[in-house]
Every structure is written in structure tokens, then in C-alpha cells.
């Protein structure tokens, strides 16, 4: 486990492009083209959480917000910090942030497949809303997950 003082969760800025180009390389193994991102970061709606251990970005988070819903895009850590309760605090940074905001609702989709997100998502109050079926390439269906911010309410410990 880190201590505090070893790590921060900073919203990213145009500079902070190529750091995320690497995260989605090493965390997702595609990339996003540096114009999109721009796009995406100089537009009010995104927001990008960026993970920084002591003098290195290993994760992030990526939603857009729109009429007091969220939808998550991204979320991730760098493999060899996996299992470290670093995903977890992604999680809860952007759970507070939403808070803060005072977001209704937010949504996002997971493979099926992925056991191990699912229960992540659950522990922290999402529900399965649905399915998307042959969202992901291959043909594997997407589970569409929510958490309702009025009917749960994530508290800092």
C-alpha cells in the first residue's frame, strides 16, 4: 500500500496528452489519436482524472458529463500497480467528484466477461441496467451499468 503523500489524482490538461497516449498503450493497448483527445480535453464536458505515483502517471479515468448524468468511459491502472487498491482510488476520487457536481446518475459498459470489473463496479454501488449485445469487437456483449446518486451515496473513509 502507498501512503498518501506518494500519490495525487490531478485533472488532466492539454500538456498532459502524451501521458495519456502511454497510459491507453499500457493499460488498454489502443491508443487515442492526440487530435481526439485534444478535442476532448478543451471540450467542458469531458474530464480526465489522471493517477500520478510519486514522479509517474500509472492510471486514469475518463467520463464525459451531460445534464446531471455521467457516463464513464475509461478507468484503469497500469498492471504491475494492479492489486494495490489503486483502482480504488480512482474510483473514489471520481465518485466524489461526481458528488460534488451533484450528478444524478452515472453509467458505463463492461464486458461481460470481465468478472473481476463487474464486482469492482458493484462494490461501489453500480447495478446492472442492461446489455449491449456484440458491443465489443468479437462480437461479446457489454453489460450497461448505473449507479444512482440518489439512491446510494458513497462515503469517504
Same mark, same amino acid.
Given at each position: 500500500?502507498?501512503t498518501?503523500?506518494e500519490y495525487q489524482?490531478?485533472?488532466? /490538461?492539454l500538456?498532459?496528452i502524451?501521458?495519456?497516449?502511454?497510459?491507453?498503450?499500457?493499460?488498454? /493497448?489502443?491508443e487515442?489519436?492526440?487530435s481526439?483527445?485534444?478535442?476532448?480535453?478543451?471540450?467542458p464536458?469531458?474530464y480526465f482524472g489522471?493517477?500520478?505515483?510519486?514522479?509517474?502517471?500509472?492510471?486514469?479515468?475518463?467520463m464525459?458529463?451531460?445534464?446531471?448524468?455521467?457516463e464513464?468511459?475509461?478507468?484503469?491502472v497500469?498492471?504491475?500497480?494492479r492489486g494495490?487498491?489503486?483502482?480504488?482510488?480512482l474510483i473514489?476520487?471520481l465518485?466524489?467528484?461526481?458528488?460534488?457536481l451533484?450528478?444524478?446518475?452515472?453509467?458505463l459498459d463492461v464486458?461481460?466477461?470481465n468478472?473481476i470489473?463487474i464486482?469492482f463496479?458493484e462494490?461501489?454501488g453500480f447495478k446492472?441496467?442492461?446489455i449491449?449485445?456484440?458491443?465489443?469487437n468479437?462480437?461479446?456483449?457489454a453489460l450497461?451499468l448505473e449507479?444512482?446518486?440518489?439512491?446510494?451515496?458513497?462515503?469517504k473513509?
Open positions: 500500500m502507498y498518501q503523500s489524482i490531478i485533472k488532466a /490538461t500538456k498532459n502524451p501521458d495519456i497516449c502511454v497510459l491507453e498503450r499500457t493499460i488498454f /493497448t489502443k487515442l489519436q492526440k481526439e483527445l485534444e478535442s476532448q480535453l478543451n471540450n464536458l469531458f489522471l493517477l500520478k505515483l510519486r514522479e509517474s502517471f500509472i492510471g486514469y479515468y475518463q464525459v458529463i451531460i445534464e446531471g448524468e455521467a464513464l468511459y475509461q478507468i484503469g497500469e498492471e504491475k500497480f494495490q487498491g489503486l483502482g480504488d482510488l473514489k476520487h465518485l466524489n467528484e461526481l458528488e460534488k451533484h450528478i444524478r446518475k452515472v453509467f464486458k461481460s466477461t468478472v470489473a464486482k463496479y462494490k461501489y446492472r441496467l442492461g449491449r449485445s456484440s458491443y465489443y468479437m462480437g461479446e456483449d450497461i449507479r444512482d446518486f440518489n439512491g446510494v451515496v458513497y462515503k473513509k
